[in-house]
């Protein structure tokens, strides 16, 4: 987990609440989780 936390830039208790059971974790956090970044453009 301390590794989780190093490189998605979250801190280690915010990820043990947010991924425990009874966690409600946002799409966002899930994704730096993951390691994956994404970026919205507007489309004209």
Request: net charge positive; no cysteine.
């Amino acid at each position: 987990m301390i590794e989780v936390a190093e490189k998605s830039g979250l801190g280690r208790e915010i990820l043990y609440k947010t991924l425990s059971p009874n966690g409600n974790p946002m799409f966002s956090t899930i994704m730096k989780t993951l390691g994956i970044g994404f970026n919205s453009y507007k489309l004209s």
